[in-house]
């Protein structure tokens, strides 16, 4: 069984409205429309699946709207942040301190200080952040929590992007992680967790499953040489949505159905600890479109360009720019027929002055004219947040959650 909401042509529909409506509502075009009950589905969905007992946290960064994150503040039981602003986002949606982890490699001095002050569990990832860290401590008259984020010292195939298994900016080698925590010791602050986090985008239920199980083997093996028991295991994410055509959604049963190999004796060994999974696109992605306007056709030795007011300044990623090696399109949809007959092959592309502004290349569509509505499915994480938006200093893109 695999959980998928999306591919929702024929009848596009997003929060109850058509394309058109949703354009009224946003009042220009570019926007990106997020719909709530597409979110409640896929937590809904995925936590009737979990095990009793996993928590879920909602990763920031992949969509940082603040809407969509007091959407999720009462759906999810905790958010991983990256930086202040994503900290204050998350504590202003009223999540409890202890519920919000920040990770991220280079986190700045002042960044440290209000995590420590507002009690945000601090994934050190160097011997610097770990020393800064306690030394705030003192300095506040606070008892920090501090987790380990851990360099996983396995790799897992199949993922769309990689993030332990070598040498790598994120984490803490586990041949270091004794050090950290005699230096913890002698500092007197216990620790609060572990954190692995192995990679993102993966579509494959067996690779998922595969580096769940290592992770569980190595914070077991971590572990052992901790004095305190740990308040939470952060076992990452890494669920992946399909963009592609030829990929195919994640079967997430399996992976949850396999949580029951591998949770009960890590929970048995660790009593009282949380374990926590961390997913951000997987939660959002599918949730959300991009709607740009078509302002010009035209034909170029034999091409036909269907040119928008949307681009790369919006969103990268369905550009092919962000971190994709080989450029494959998004879904696209002509919004206003979107049960349209394809009718000609062409390039859909953005308004600015670079040929890496595609959205679409050698696409079939129904015939698109001035006025027509361009959506790009699949937009809901790493859009406008992940996107340029200054560049060319054209308007920003709407946001909007239906
Ligand atoms: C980015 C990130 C995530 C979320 O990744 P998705 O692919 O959006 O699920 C989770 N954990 C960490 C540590 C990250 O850096």
């Not at 929702?8 to 429309?33: I, N, Y």
């Not at 199949?158 to 230096?183: I, T």
């Not at 949850?256 to 660790?270: G, T």
């Not at 998004?330 to 859909?348: A, K, L, Q, S, T």
């Amino acid at each position: 069984m695999t959980l998928t909401f999306v591919r929702r042509p024929p009848g596009l529909q997003f929060g109850g409205l058509d394309v058109r409506q949703l354009a009224d509502r946003a009042g220009r075009t570019p926007f990106f429309a997020y719909d709530r009950s597409a979110i409640d589905i896929r937590v809904r969905e995925l936590r009737n699946l979990l095990p009793a007992g996993m928590h879920l946290h909602y990763s920031i960064k992949a969509n940082p709207m603040p809407a969509v994150i007091h959407h999720l503040a009462q759906r999810v039981d905790g958010f991983d942040v990256a930086s202040a602003q994503e900290m204050a986002l998350a504590l202003d949606a009223g999540t409890a301190p202890d519920a919000i982890g920040f990770a991220g490699p280079g986190k700045s001095h002042d960044d440290l200080r209000r995590a420590v002050a507002s009690g945000i569990n601090v994934h050190v990832e160097s011997e610097t952040q770990l020393r800064l860290v306690t030394a705030l401590g003192w300095e506040l008259g606070v008892q920090p929590s501090v987790a380990i984020r851990v360099n996983p010292d396995f790799q897992v195939g199949h993922s769309g992007m990689r993030m332990g298994g070598g040498a790598a900016p994120f984490g803490v080698d586990v041949d270091q992680v004794p050090a950290l925590l005699r230096e913890l010791e002698a500092r007197e602050v216990a620790l609060a967790g572990f954190h692995v986090f192995w990679g993102s985008q993966c579509l494959h239920a067996a690779t998922i499953i595969k580096a769940q199980r290592q992770s569980a083997d190595l914070i077991l093996r971590l572990a052992s040489g901790v004095p305190r028991p740990l308040r939470f295991v952060n076992l990452g994410g890494g669920f992946g949505i399909p963009y592609f055509p030829g990929e195919t959604p994640l079967d997430v049963k399996a992976v949850c159905e396999a949580m029951q190999d591998w949770l009960p004796p890590l929970c048995e060994r660790l009593p009282g600890t949380t374990p926590i999974l961390e997913l951000g696109r997987y939660l959002v992605g599918e949730a959300g479109i991009y709607v740009c306007r078509v302002i010009d056709r035209k034909v170029s030795r034999g091409r036909t360009f269907v040119v928008t007011d949307g681009g790369l300044h919006h969103h990268l990623a369905a550009s092919g720019n962000f971190g994709q090696v080989l450029r494959r399109n998004f879904p696209v949809v002509i919004g206003n027929r979107p049960d349209g007959v394809p009718r000609e092959r062409c390039h859909v592309v953005g308004c600015l002055c670079t040929p890496l502004d595609r959205l679409a290349d050698e696409v079939e569509l129904p015939e698109a004219h001035i006025g027509d509505f361009v959506v790009i499915m699949q937009s809901g994480a790493y859009g406008r947040s992940a996107s340029p938006v200054r560049f060319l200093s054209h308007p920003e893109p709407v946001e909007m959650l239906v």
